[in-house]
Structure formats: C-alpha cells, structure tokens
C-alpha cells in the first residue's frame, strides 16, 4: 500500500479495495518505524487521523459525494496555519503558537477531504537550505541519513521520500520546494506566484513565497496543484484566473516543443555527475522530438545577491511582529518595554533568522535603501525581463535543480554562502515570479537523487506539468523509493 500513488490510493478506495481508515493506520505505522531515523514530523496526532480517515469512510458508506483527495494523507510544513493546532515555524518564538483559523489551502484540503497526517519539520521561519536551522531537530535524507534532505521545506520532502505520507505540502522561497525535491527523489513544484494564495501562510519574503506539492509523480501533484489553486479574495496576491484541469492535459505530447538551455546553468561549481544526468534527459526530449535550443540568462549570476537583499528586507518587516508583546515567546525577566522585546526576540529567534534580519534591516536603513535594497529591485526586473525574453524563443527553460547531490549534516553549517549557493539555479525563479518543478532524472555513483528543473513562463504550470511528464514516461526515476 505504502508503494502506491495518491492516484492510485483513490482508485483502490472506489474500488472497495482499500478504506481510508486502512490508509491512514498503515502510514501511521510507517511514521513508527522511521521516524526516529528521519525526524521529518514536529506533531501527529494519531487519533485525529483516524478520527478524519473514519469520517470519510462513513461518509462514503452512506453514498455522499465526496472529494478529490478523500481518504489520502497529506502533510503540511509547519508554516501553514492549522485551527487548533500548534504551529512553530520551526523556531522557539513560536513554541505555543496555536491559530484561530485555517490557512486557504488547509481549508482546500479539508474541502478535498484529505487526512491531514501532521506538520513537518523546517527551517526556522523558512529560512535555510538544508533544515538543519529547525529549533527543534535535524531532518535526515531517507537516501542517507548523513545526509540533508535540503530545505527549508526538508520534513515535507523527507515524509514523502520515506513512505510516511503520499502527499505534502512545501513552501517554495528561493527553491525550499525544488531543492529539497532533487535531494530527496521526488516531485516538487512551485507554482507562479499568484496561484496558490498565501492566506494563512507565515510569511518569510511575501514578494516571493509560494506553496507547492511534493509527489512521487507529476500525476499525483498535478491532482495536488488542482486542489489548492485558485483565486482567494484574502489574499491581494492571489490572481484570480481560472485554474487548467492539469489532470486531464498531463497525457497530452507538446509537440513541436522547444527546450531552452542556459549556459548560465552548466558553469563552475555544477557536479560533473549532475550535469551528465542533465545531458542524458536532455536526450531523451530529443529523442521525443524536442529541439534543444540555446538561451542566455544574462543577469542569472546576480540573482544570489539580489535575492539576499529582497528577501531578507522583506524578513526584517515580516518578522518585526514577534517582539513578546502581541503573541509568541516572551522573556520571562525584564527590565522595561525596550528590553523586553531585546530578550524575546534575542531568546527566540535562532542565528540564521537573526543573521537575515540584520542583513534586511541594513539593507533597508537610512543611507543604504538606494545603493543595496532599491539596486536589488532594479535588478530583479531584469532577471525578469531575461526569462519573458528566453520565453519568446522556448516553452520551458531545463536545467539542474541543485549544483550537487544531498551535501552532509554539518558540512554547510559554518558557511552561509556556500549554504546559500546551494540554491544558485532556484532563486532567480522566484525573483521573476515563474512556476518550477524538479523531478528525478538520475542517482549519483553514491546512490544519491538527482533533480532535473523544468521552468515555465508564468501561469503556464499545464505546460510545464505535461513537459515533465513527457520525461516521467520515458524513464523509471520517480518509482525508486528510499530504504529508510
């Protein structure tokens, strides 16, 4: 059971083959068996996973219509607000936070009639590409334990590697859903922003946060993106455009397709072994017919900086809520208001948060917002005007996910900018607001998951989910599974 897609749990519950009760009690016994060596889940509650798995059942029993995702697990990354339970961003400021509401795409999925199976690990506030920033435990590739899973979204990416949910959800900032795909051997896409609404989403860069599905398959995460998509009124972002039937086009050849290649991509720092995996699908679009052509993203070497100014001043605004007077962790001796706030953010947030922080508020401060915050925006329109160039001339834009496979824990830790590069090719897609997906195109000498980056030109998920599952069909990546 454990072995098989969301689409395929479905059709076994239609079917009287499987119920949703049988479901659930086999990942939750999953979740006991490896938990303790992936540590992807900061909360399961057993008993309200049964209780939402019996409901379906039930339901179904009497003849009700019922969801798209009826009786199949999911997790959710715990930056997305959850009524009634504890959600910590993965940082000590917000150890007893619990929400009066669901966040939009909890209330999509409950609307879906998945089981929410519990709240993955993360970076802290989102803010890392490893999760090893987490307050409360270290996440580990079920490929290799000694291994990252990439982050920040790494606990949703490891649950889904590991057997211990079908589905998940990530949020997807710099490539914290991309990434930790290509690590962990699965799906992951970052849908354009605008698609998905952020409505109860604790926001990192709220110019560039996404939510986004991680899957085994592109089938699986097609059905996923259907769900949650789609225009909500509370978030201003959220475009109100109608959402594509990804499911019913995914079978669908794009034919004539033209593959853009950027030489930006193939450059110093790539892993030998990833770009030969990246050559080989490249070959297997030609082989389908597709013309390699290539592209220039000129401006794509600038996009670490650019990022790490727009994103890290949108943090220091985002994240000046949390001064222990309103809500979250406040210190328990003080003197004064001023050292009140001192204590509780310097007691509550981690040092990678507090690193961005000051980084943003620099960036923003009198007499350095013109040359660094304001430059980093001019910029980013022209990492933008790159891809609508690059889109004139191709339908998506293929590439590494990731310069090197899963790195070790520890390896990266004392080294911001080579922790940060490890999102050299993810980040530029967030700066221009551009859907991404990664899915499996190979496994190093070292038995570790390689990602191959599909971009698309904005709203053009459909596209982009039908060109990578042109690659899916072709070759038997996406059905290796961990053995945790």
């Known amino acids: 059971m454990l072995n098989l897609t969301a689409t395929e749990l479905l059709q076994k519950q239609a079917a009287g083959d499987l119920t949703a009760e049988a479901i659930a009690l086999a ?38 219509p019922l969801g798209r995702l009826a009786g199949v697990p999911v997790a959710l990354k715990d930056v997305l607000c959850v009524k009634g339970r504890r959600t910590t961003c993965g940082s000590k400021i917000l150890r007893n936070f619990v929400p009066p509401y ?51 979204s790494g606990g949703s990416a490891a649950a889904v590697a590991a057997g211990q949910a079908p589905l998940s959800l990530g949020t997807d900032t710099g490539g914290s859903i991309r990434q930790p795909a290509s690590f962990c051997g699965i799906v992951g896409l970052k849908p354009t922003y605008g698609r998905v609404s952020r409505f ?61 290649v950027a030489k930006e991509y193939f450059g110093e720092g790539l892993d030998p072994e990833i770009e030969q995996s990246v050559r080989d699908a490249l070959k297997v679009y030609e082989r389908l017919g597709a013309t390699i052509k290539p592209i220039a993203l000129p401006h794509s070497p600038y996009s670490i900086a650019t990022y790490y100014l727009v994103a890290t001043a949108e943090a220091s605004g985002n994240l000046a ?13 003080f003197a004064g208001l001023i050292d009140m706030m001192k204590k509780s953010r310097g007691e509550g947030f981690g040092a990678e948060v507090k690193r961005r922080i000051m980084l943003g508020t620099y960036a923003l401060s009198s007499g350095y917002i013109d040359a660094y915050y304001l430059k980093a925006l001019k910029v980013r329109r022209l990492i933008r005007q790159d891809f609508d160039r690059a889109f004139a001339e191709c339908d998506v834009i293929v590439g590494p996910t990731s310069p090197t496979a899963a790195f070790k824990i520890g390896e990266k ?27 499996p195109c190979g496994f190093t000498k070292a038995g570790l998951p390689i990602g191959l980056q599909i971009l698309a030109a904005s709203f053009a998920e459909e596209k982009m989910l039908r060109v990578a599952h042109m690659h899916e069909r072709e070759t038997d990546w996406h059905t290796r599974r961990a053995t945790v």
């Open 321 to 333: 809520r949390y001064d222990g007077v309103h809500f979250g962790h406040r210190a328990e001796t």
């Open 27 to 64: 990942y939750l016994q999953r979740l006991r068996e490896t938990e303790l060596r992936v540590q992807a889940f900061l909360a399961v509650d057993d008993a309200d996973v049964l209780a939402q798995a019996k409901t379906i059942d039930a339901r179904r029993q009497r003849g009700e």
């Open 102 to 152: 669901d966040a939009h795409v909890v209330t999509q999925l409950r609307a879906a009639d998945a089981v929410l199976i519990g709240k993955t690990n993360c970076d802290e506030f989102a803010m890392g590409s490893s999760t090893e920033n987490s307050a409360y435990q270290i996440t580990r590739n079920p490929w290799d334990h000694e291994r990252t899973p990439g982050g920040s």
């Open 200 to 260: 109860g989403l604790v926001a990192y860069g709220s110019s560039l946060d996404q939510i986004g599905p991680f899957a085994h398959d592109t089938r699986d995460t097609a059905l996923l993106l259907e769900v949650i998509a789609g225009h909500d009124p509370r978030d201003s972002t959220c475009v109100n455009q109608p959402v594509p039937e990804y499911t019913k086009t995914l079978d669908q050849k794009l034919a004539p397709l033209t593959i853009g």
């Open 413 to 439: 830790v004392s080294d911001p900018l080579a922790m940060y590069l490890s999102d050299i090719y993810t980040i530029s897609a967030n700066l221009a607001g551009i859907p991404g997906i990664s899915i």
